[in-house]
């Protein structure tokens, strides 16, 4: 067996990601020891009930004393206040990372409270579900995913190289983007369609000439894959619009534009665009599936083909 990589990690914040990345630290002993703590007493006891973590602390003080890496796991809004809190009770030495779904907004938000000698890394791993709590995790969630890293002006190169072990033992394929670009590229991926999903399951909602139990009834037509990430967590998807409003607004801008385009072509009778404009995005689901990043079984999966 090879030896840790870290030796005591502390977890703060103990969802979706945080849950997932300790049972996939827990996968081939990864780290020494794995310490824990959320903000709610209800989660850290379920926590302690369904054996996550090895310690679970009080606070968060207490969960990054004598820590290698501490990971800030909470949504971003909560990341400036929990690195305000850990601040002063950080190991020297130590690597500070963060999974928060926006870059630019975190940095400027964690990095006053990071004191001298503290390497400060953010991250991000993109994998995820619609799902949120300490039992929402799994082993598998970063397993051939694409982990983000977002070093700072001046990060340690051999903190750095440490940190992508780190991930790659979890699973994932780790790149080096700066937070500009990244949260740029995130509005495109992750963040316009998911205020699309959330407008369009809207939508739906209030339009009162479709009845609720018919759009339950025959959701499968897409409407069901718009629900999905719909249902994310609020208060995870209410701060990264809140943060990367920049990016979103522009995104959001062409989108407007495009879909004015294909209003028109509609209105006009303009196949020609409408099928070159579909057969674009056909190429880029192609990419997607060639890329590993999604299967290409009918209905993503859901449906077994017999033949
Ligand atoms: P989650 O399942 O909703 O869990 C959030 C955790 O943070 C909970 O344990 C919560 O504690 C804790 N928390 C919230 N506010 C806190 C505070 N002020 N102090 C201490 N703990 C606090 O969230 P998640 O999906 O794991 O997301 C965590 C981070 O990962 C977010 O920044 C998100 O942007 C990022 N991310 C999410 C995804 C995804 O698909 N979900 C993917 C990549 C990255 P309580 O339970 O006690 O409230």
Request: glycine share 10%; proline share 4%.
């Amino acid at each position: 067996m090879t030896a840790p990589v870290y030796g005591k990690v502390a977890l703060i914040g103990l969802g979706l990601i945080a849950s997932s990345m300790y049972w996939a630290m827990s996968r081939r002993g990864l780290v020494g020891e794995v310490s824990g703590y959320a903000r709610s007493e209800a989660t850290r006891e379920t926590a302690r009930r369904i054996g996550l973590c090895d310690s679970i602390a009080e606070s968060a003080a207490e969960a990054v004393a004598d820590a290698d890496l501490v990971v800030l796991a909470v949504p971003v809004g909560a990341m400036g206040a929990v690195a305000e809190e850990i601040g002063p009770h950080l190991k020297p030495g130590a690597t500070v990372t963060d999974v928060g779904s926006v870059k630019k907004e975190v940095i400027s938000a964690v990095g006053p409270h990071m004191p001298e000698g503290v390497h400060f890394i953010p991250g991000h791993p993109l994998a995820g579900t619609e799902h949120s709590g300490p039992e929402s995790g799994f082993a598998t969630l970063f397993d051939n995913r694409w982990c983000l890293l977002v070093p700072v002006e001046g990060s340690d190169r051999a903190a750095v190289a440490r940190l992508k072990t780190f991930w790659e033992g979890l699973g994932a394929q780790v790149e080096e983007m700066d937070a500009e670009h990244h949260d740029l590229v995130l509005a495109v991926t992750s963040h316009t369609p998911h205020l699309i999903a959330y407008t369009m399951v809207g939508v739906a909602d209030d339009l009162r000439r479709v009845t609720d139990s018919e759009v339950i009834k025959y959701s499968a037509a897409g409407f069901r894959d718009f629900t999905r990430i719909a249902a994310s967590d609020p208060t995870m998807w209410r701060d990264v619009f809140l943060t990367n409003k920049e990016a979103t607004l522009e995104i959001l801008g062409r989108f407007t534009e495009e879909l004015f385009a294909l209003q028109r072509a509609i209105r006009k009778g303009d196949g020609a665009h409408l099928h070159e404009y579909f057969t674009r995005t056909r190429a880029i689901r192609r990419g997607i599936i060639e890329a590993g990043q999604d299967t290409d079984a009918p209905d993503f999966g859901r449906v077994k083909v017999e033949r």
